[in-house]
């Protein structure tokens, strides 16, 4: 029987390459980190995403600015922004499907997609060669470096994937004896669906890695994993047989912006909260105009001085993308806040249940 083959597509550092490779192109090979401005190193927040130079410095997301700019004071740092995300990632999607078996692209995030490519494998004359390909299309189409894992399902496609990065190719498969071999070493965690917590309940057993699991039956899996046990079962040998279904054309759920301030502001400092929820409400508008979007649900999120985060909603009868609506509701929402007496650090607006804007009505309105 004709094997069957998917491929996992994962951009590298995604964020980081968008900027170093189509926003900024005079930062390509350098070390980049996309998060909040590291000012001399007294900055605040967080970087969310480091280029591999700068992971080689020792930065990665999710790290303190001020600590990654003690480590690499030469690093570019950029405030990035996600709207260019969004459209690279349109790019490359759009280069998966031309190679996908029937245009099938299931988007598994914003930077990584899984494809069927039975067909294409066989007129490429095999995975490596059609995974080549592939990374080579959308380096030279979108700018992009990105790895590539293929294997008989998804499951596998997206272990072989980490294997090899950046600018990887990982072939698995499709013997089933190929497939458990591969996996056998490799610890329980590099299954997309094992999380840290379930890491450890594994460990607590003397379970870490896939090959003690490929020894074992469901039965003696049970106490360690109860209901999950036969699902580990098969991932562990390798075996998924989830069709790979398109998710369709990508819909904008939400848009959001926040603000991390340098100091933490006074409770009493209301309207330049107020002031700041309506620049970032006048951004939010002024794209969901360009985007002929409309919104319903409104969130703020605010966090305080002890890093104490709550976001609140209102949902409203009609859509709008009306600035000053937005801005509205951003404050009535912000002022009815309970924590009263804490300083605040942080505050975001988020608008969800978009819809599209009828284009007549965008017109009549805004013209
Ligand atoms: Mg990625």
Redesign the pocket.
């Given at each position: 029987m004709k094997s069957r083959w998917i491929m996992h597509v994962?951009?590298?550092a995604?964020f980081a390459s968008v900027e170093q490779y189509r926003n900024h192109p005079e930062l390509a090979g350098r070390p980049v980190c996309v998060g909040h401005d590291p000012k001399g190193g007294r900055g605040r927040g967080v970087v969310r995403a480091a280029s591999y130079e700068a992971r080689a410095k020792g930065i990665h997301a999710g790290m303190p600015v001020s600590q990654a700019y003690h480590l690499c004071p030469d690093a570019a740092f950029i405030p990035g922004e996600f709207e260019s995300y969004s459209v690279a990632s349109d790019e490359f999607m759009d280069i998966l499907h031309e190679y996908a078996d029937g245009g099938r692209v299931r988007r598994a995030s914003i930077?990584?997609a899984y494809i069927e490519v039975t067909e294409g494998v066989e007129v490429f004359g095999g995975p490596r060669n059609l995974a080549a390909w592939i990374q080579d299309s959308i380096w030279h189409e979108a700018n992009l470096p990105c790895s590539v894992g293929a294997a008989p399902n998804m499951s596998v496609a997206k272990v072989a994937t980490g294997m090899n990065k950046p600018r990887g190719i990982t072939i698995v498969g499709p013997e089933p004896s190929d497939i458990m071999k591969f996996l056998e070493p490799l610890p329980v965690t590099a299954l997309n669906g094992i999380g840290r917590k379930t890491a450890e309940r594994l460990e607590k057993f003397g379970i870490t890695t896939l090959g003690q699991i490929q020894r074992m039956t469901i039965s003696e899996l049970w106490p360690a994993l109860g209901r999950g046990s036969p699902w580990l079962f098969q991932r562990a040998r390798g075996i998924d047989e989830r069709p790979l279904i398109d998710n369709g054309p990508r819909v904008r759920k939400s848009m959001s912006k926040d603000r991390t301030f340098l100091e933490d502001v006074e409770p009493d400092a209301v309207d330049y909260i107020h002031e700041v929820l309506g620049g970032m409400c006048g951004k939010i508008g002024a794209r969901l105009q360009k985007k002929a979007l409309k919104f319903k649900t409104v969130t703020v999120k605010m966090r305080f001085s002890d890093y104490s985060t709550i976001q609140r909603s209102r949902s409203i009868p009609v859509e709008t993308n009306n600035s000053d609506i937005l801005h509205r509701l951003a404050v009535e929402i912000f002022d009815q806040r309970e924590e009263r007496e804490k300083s605040i650090r942080l505050v975001g607006v988020k608008v969800s249940g978009l819809s599209e804007a009828s284009e007549q009505l965008c017109l009549t309105e805004y013209l």
């Open positions: 994962d951009m590298d995604f930077d990584e």
